[in-house]
C-alpha cells in the first residue's frame, strides 16, 4: 500500500528555515516522479518543486533560489529544504507522487495519484 507521510512543518517568522520531509512506503522514492505541492484555505493546491527519478529538478517562480527538493533513495525519504521564508509561503504543505507517464516536470495536481496528508508551515512577520 503507497503511503507518505510529511512531518517537518511548524512556525516560523519571515527570513527563518524549515526542513519538510516525506516518509516514503509502498514503493521506492527514487522509481517514481515526486513533488511538493502547497494550499491555502479555499484555494487550490499550488505546484512547489518536483523531482524525477534521476535527480533532475523544478521549481516554482514563487520558491526559486528559497526552496531546495532532494531526496535520499536509500531512507526512502523526500525533502524540500526551504530558507529565507516569507508570510507568503504560509500554506499546508504536501508531497505528492505519481506512479504513471505525465508531462515532463509536471507542478500539476492532476497528474499525481498519491498524496499525503500535509504539514502546515505559518510563517510570521
Known amino acids: 500500500q503507497v503511503q507518505l507521510t510529511e512531518s517537518g512543518g511548524g512556525s516560523v517568522q519571515t527570513g527563518g528555515s524549515l526542513r519538510l520531509s516525506c516518509a516514503v512506503s509502498?514503493?521506492?522514492?527514487?522509481?517514481?516522479?515526486m513533488a511538493w505541492f502547497r494550499q491555502l484555505p479555499g484555494k487550490e493546491r499550488e505546484g512547489v518543486a518536483a523531482?524525477?527519478?534521476?535527480?533532475?529538478?523544478r521549481y516554482a517562480d514563487s520558491v526559486k533560489g528559497r526552496f531546495t527538493i532532494s531526496k535520499d533513495n536509500a531512507g526512502n525519504v523526500l525533502y524540500l529544504q526551504m530558507i529565507s521564508l516569507e508570510p507568503e509561503d504560509t500554506a499546508m504543505y504536501y508531497c505528492?507522487?505519481?506512479?504513471?507517464?505525465?508531462?515532463?516536470?509536471?507542478?500539476?495536481?492532476?497528474?499525481?495519484?498519491?498524496w499525503g496528508q500535509g504539514t502546515q508551515v505559518t510563517v510570521s512577520s
Open positions: 523531482i524525477d527519478r534521476d535527480g533532475r529538478t
Open positions: 509502498g514503493f521506492t522514492a527514487g522509481s517514481v516522479f
Open positions: 505528492a507522487a505519481s506512479s504513471g507517464i505525465v508531462p515532463i516536470m509536471t507542478l500539476l495536481e492532476p497528474d499525481f495519484d498519491s
